[in-house]
């Protein structure tokens, strides 16, 4: 066993939620008065904390909008759109398998504690995770402290650990805390952006490649 520790990005990653995020987020610039961005310009987006996305997208938003923004986007997300985000194919068998072969499993998330707790306990996984980190929890990535916060929990040394993510932000993170890290291909962002930050490989599927690499 070459790590003993995963850690896995949540939106993009394991959940096929990427549409629902940008639609969700369109719907509140546009209740913030604010430009409304593209489709590809919020998929680069996603994985950073909502403060950390509104300053990265609305330099020049003010409190107020920014205010307006966070709460609109809750609400749609958990209340209003009822589009449906389910694991991508063969995840939830899979999170199964890893953990009854002795894998730790923990996620670094850009997301809210509450909308993860509340997917984790629908879903019928929670009790496969040893660590959660969520938005709330730690700095925005990529600032490394979420994943050496999980690593001193855990009592892990670096070494041991891989991190798994669809976006640059996760892996930037992996690299700032000095950690080996491997991409997804289907999650929020291209290929071609995620080539740029060196992970050890992109996967089209975790089910049927990450065995190769762990």
Same mark, same amino acid.
């Given at each position: 066993m070459q790590y003993k520790l995963i850690i896995f990005d949540w939106d993009g990653t394991l959940m096929d939620s990427i549409d629902k995020i940008v639609c969700c987020m369109q719907i509140a610039a546009k209740y913030a008065q604010l430009s409304v961005p593209s489709k590809k310009i919020l998929r680069n987006t996603i994985?950073?904390?909502l403060e950390h996305t509104f300053l990265t997208l609305?330099?020049?938003?003010?409190q107020t909008q920014?205010?307006?923004?966070?709460?609109v986007y809750r609400e749609q997300y958990t209340q209003k759109n009822k589009m449906q985000t389910p694991l991508y194919p063969g995840i939830k068998a899979y999170?199964?398998?890893?953990?009854?072969?002795?894998? +730790? *499993?923990?996620?670094?998330t850009g997301k809210?504690?509450?909308g993860l707790e509340y997917q984790l306990e629908s879903l019928q996984i929670k009790n496969l995770f040893k660590c959660v980190y969520c938005a709330e929890d730690s700095a925005s990535k990529p600032d490394p402290l979420m994943l050496n916060n999980i690593l001193k929990d855990l009592n892990c040394d670096v070494s041991q650990a891989l991190m798994i993510g669809d976006a640059s932000f996760d892996l930037q993170m992996a690299?700032?805390?000095?950690?080996?890290?491997?991409?997804v291909s289907y999650g929020a962002q291209q290929t071609e952006t995620l080539m740029k930050f060196k992970p050890l490989t992109i996967l089209n599927s975790l089910p049927? +490649? *990450?065995g190769k690499y762990i």
């Open positions: 994985g950073l904390s609305f330099s020049e938003g003010t920014q205010s307006i923004f966070i709460k999170l199964h398998t890893l953990h009854a072969q002795g894998y +730790q *499993l923990a996620i670094a809210s504690r509450q690299h700032n805390a000095g950690m080996d890290c491997l991409a049927k +490649q *990450l």
